[in-house]
């Protein structure tokens, strides 16, 4: 999983706080979060680095993804960097309606690329 999640906490911190109470089996979680990240093709973030405008991304996020519709996912950020691309999916990997996470999108105009 260090491929897709930059840490082995967070990967811990994933299976205890959603995986455990997801009626899958640890391996049978991780499979599935693995076909979800598949699932979503990313744009290349080299072009928008180091600065990044927030509702280009994700105009490219969706320009991507087939199906994939404004209020079924957010560009989160803090005060100064980009912090997270969130997408809503079925346990089926279908894009879904998340008014509550795309509600929290980014409000600035430009975030900075956290560095790798």
């Known amino acids: 999983m260090l491929d ?3 840490s ?3 990967i811990g911190h994933q299976w205890r706080k959603h995986g455990s109470c997801s ?3 640890q ?3 991780f499979a599935l979060t693995r076909a979800a990240f598949d699932r979503v093709a990313l744009p290349d ?3 928008l680095a180091p600065v990044v405008d927030p509702v280009r991304l994700a105009t490219l996020v969706r320009s991507a993804n087939e199906g994939l519709e404004e209020g079924q996912m957010a560009v989160t950020c803090d005060a100064t960097y980009l912090r997270e691309i969130r997408i809503c999916i079925t346990g089926n990997l279908d894009f879904r309606a998340c008014p ?3 509600a929290r999108a980014c409000g600035l ?3 900075r690329m956290p560095s790798p």
């Open 45 to 47: 973030p080299a072009p």
């Open 109 to 111: 105009e430009q975030a």
């Open 27 to 29: 391996e049978d979680y």
């Open 4 to 6: 897709i999640m930059p």
């Open 23 to 25: 009626g899958l089996s």
């Open 8 to 10: 082995l906490g967070l």
């Open 100 to 102: 509550e996470v795309a």
